[in-house]
């Protein structure tokens, strides 16, 4: 059975870190380009982060410099660092998975995305 489950979300102060976690389970990872989501209150979902299966990203301007995606296809696992978080950053993150035969290929549209996970809670707040 496929899933994809996050973790590592919570409370934090404003400069903290974070590192939000995505494991798979019931596919190879490897197969799929990953994107990184959020949703904060009252706004549209919208991309943060994608990392193609070639290891190649993108970041939305709002959080380059700080967040970083990662993946480890040995743990069907993929990884969004996040440094110098800011109240701005509250919301429930989302990863989520492209089956592509593209190394490269890489997506902010939600619609592009064939799974995604339960979303974790990240609250940035003194």
């Known amino acids: 059975q496929l899933r994809l489950v996050e973790s590592g979300g919570g409370l934090v102060q404003p400069g903290g870190s974070l590192r939000l976690s995505c494991t798979a389970s019931g596919l190879i990872l490897d197969d799929y380009a990953i994107g990184w989501f959020r949703q904060a209150p009252g706004k549209e979902r919208e991309g943060v982060s994608c990392i193609s299966r070639g290891r190649r990203t993108m970041y939305v301007a709002s959080v380059k410099g700080r967040f970083t995606a990662s993946r480890d296809n040995a743990k069907n696992t993929a990884y969004l660092e996040m440094n110098s978080l800011i109240p701005e950053d509250t919301a429930v993150y989302y990863c989520?998975?492209?089956?592509?035969?593209?190394?490269?290929?890489?997506?902010?549209?939600?619609?592009?995305?064939?799974?995604w996970g339960q979303g974790t809670q990240v609250t940035v707040s003194s």
């Open positions: 989520s998975l492209i089956n592509t035969g593209s190394m490269i290929y890489c997506s902010y549209e939600a619609s592009d995305y064939d799974y």
